[in-house]
């Protein structure tokens, strides 16, 4: 059975529901119920009509639930009243869906862990297990985020920014659990770009499609991470890449640009470069330029002091990481990287150990310190 | 989404400010004290934040490889180690000042005369997965 297409169908068979006028948090629970009863009968018994078959049968869970719940409480109402389960509709309110998950009211983490479960159609153990909590924490987790948005009313119109945020947090995640994160993520992103036409988020899409056609060289087998210019291009994958480049051309020439294109262009000139030597970084720098324009992150000028001290030579590129504040995250990696390009390998090895003091996470950690390591052995030798 | 650890020392925090051993409290407030720590975990499971929670007994084996073919050594306990770990809590949440508000929470935990503790907590974040996107 292809579970990726029995997802795909969550959104909409959970907006139906809400239609014929399902409380969100009720019929959620009634979609994954069903969904956990489809992985179960279909693989021996697949329905003609998948989509209709979860309609009929989330919609029989939602009102058994309802009963059992209004007899406990002594009172029996409006739960009889089902509406004839007509013609499924032919409005697809997965956009609401999307909206009302990543709802402003929620923290990311419960934006995110929604998103996946109410959108995505994963189940509670699953998102649980991507991020590393336990199953009981996360279903808490969704529960409260569920009672957030139960006074939001679901017509109406949402942020795309604030679901492109979620999106792209869900992406960037990486690839712990049993759970592909990322591909969940450029899935749930193409489903949103069916949609609703808008060119960040194809932006969006473009950048995810970039990062992952690199997915496979830029750890080694024994799992440290491989440098972009160090990483063997001839494995990157050109269909991706081919497909970003297209979304993103699509996109840029509507001439609304936004920062997730911006970043999306300068992963698409990484892809273009045959050989790390032959990257444009000129113009990779004027993305970046037009990025710090839109955001004025610091960390997008970190990266942008990269780029100068690749298109301009190392000295240009401490220039323009002086006017930066040294507590950013990457720093030191950064102004290690340009003071060895610029032949001063002692400073270089000296701040090469102090981003591994500071690196975030192991695989970096253990990257930084294998720099500094090399070149304390060099200048030793 | 980020996950710290709360770290309780038995030795080598600075000092608390209600700094009385917890044979010295009375028994009904040893019994808060509990209570108070297994409210705090069940509230922190009902906000989706609580990852795990444990504690250590005082003393332990220090132990090391001794050479192919030998038992491994084993050493200790030593009285005068410095640093000595009592338990911890693992918290998933969505800053470092939640972090930060949730193990000033866990240190007012009451102590002897029922007033809190204001023990010191080592909060320290986890190394995370690299991000996806990094350029």
């Given at each position: 059975m292809n579970e990726a297409l029995l997802r795909s169908l969550t959104p909409k068979v959970l907006g139906i529901l809400v239609r014929r006028g399902a409380d969100f948090a009720a019929a959620e629970d009634a979609v994954q119920d069903a969904l956990v009863e489809a992985v179960r009968v279909w693989p021996a018994d697949p329905p003609q009509d998948p989509k209709g078959w979860l309609v009929t049968v989330s919609w029989r869970r939602f009102l058994d639930a309802a009963r059992a719940d209004a007899a406990r409480r002594r009172r029996e109402d409006l739960?009889?009243?089902?509406?004839?389960?007509?013609?499924?509709?032919?409005?697809?309110d997965t956009l609401q869906l999307y909206f009302l998950c990543a709802h402003?009211?929620?923290?990311p983490s419960s934006a995110v862990a929604l998103t996946l479960r109410?959108?995505?159609?994963?189940?509670t153990r699953q998102i649980a297990q991507a991020y590393l909590v336990p199953e009981a924490t996360m279903a808490q987790r969704i529960s409260r985020a569920k009672r957030t948005v139960?006074?939001?009313?679901?017509d109406q119109p949402g942020d795309v920014a604030t679901v492109l945020r979620v999106l792209y947090l869900v992406f960037n995640?990486?690839?712990?659990?049993?759970?592909?994160l990322a591909a969940e993520a450029i899935r749930l992103t193409r489903q949103l770009a069916a949609a609703i036409d808008h060119p960040e988020v194809a932006g969006l899409l473009a950048l995810m499609l970039l990062h992952h056609a690199r997915r496979a060289t830029r750890?080694?087998?024994?799992?440290s991470l491989v440098p972009l210019a160090e990483q063997?291009?001839?494995?990157?994958d050109t269909t991706a890449i081919a497909e970003g480049v297209e979304i993103l051309q699509a996109a840029l020439a509507r001439d609304r640009l936004g920062e997730f294109q911006a970043q999306a262009a300068i992963a698409a000139l990484h892809a273009d470069a045959p050989t790390a030597e032959e990257t444009d970084w000129v113009q990779i720098v004027e993305w970046y330029d037009e990025l710090a324009r839109l955001t004025d992150s610091p960390v997008v000028r970190l990266n942008r002091a990269v780029a100068v001290g690749e298109a301009d030579g190392p000295r240009a590129g401490l220039a323009a990481l002086a006017?930066?504040?040294?507590?950013?995250?990457?720093h030191a990696a950064v102004t290690a990287y340009l003071h060895e390009r610029d032949g001063d390998l002692t400073t270089a090895a000296r701040l090469y150990a102090e981003a591994a003091r500071r690196a975030p996470n192991l695989a970096e950690r253990d990257h930084l310190t294998r720099q500094a390591a090399r070149l304390n052995a060099r200048r030793d030798r | 989404m980020a996950k710290y650890l709360l770290l309780k020392h038995y030795r080598g925090a600075p000092a608390a400010v209600?700094?009385?051993?917890?044979?010295?409290?009375t028994p009904e407030e040893i019994s808060a004290h509990m209570q108070y720590m297994r409210d705090f975990a069940a509230r922190l499971e009902g906000t989706g934040e609580f990852v795990d929670a444990q504690a250590l007994a005082p003393e332990g084996t220090f132990v090391r490889y001794d050479g192919e073919g030998r038992p491994p050594v084993t050493d200790g306990?030593?009285?005068?180690?410095?640093d000595l770990i009592a338990g911890w809590m693992v918290i998933d949440v969505d800053s470092y000042e939640r972090a930060v508000e949730l193990a000033g929470e866990l240190s007012a935990a009451p102590g002897a005369g029922g007033k809190p503790i204001h023990e010191w907590l080592e909060l320290r974040p986890f190394l995370t997965e690299p991000p996806t996107i990094t350029e």
């Open positions: 739960v009889d009243e089902e509406p004839a389960p007509g013609p499924a509709r032919a409005v697809d402003p009211s929620l923290t109410a959108v995505g159609g994963l189940t139960s006074g939001v009313r679901f995640e990486g690839y712990s659990g049993d759970v592909d750890t080694a087998p024994d799992g063997d291009r001839s494995r990157w006017a930066l504040d040294d507590a950013l995250p990457r | 209600n700094d009385v051993r917890m044979d010295q409290w306990p030593f009285a005068e180690t410095k």
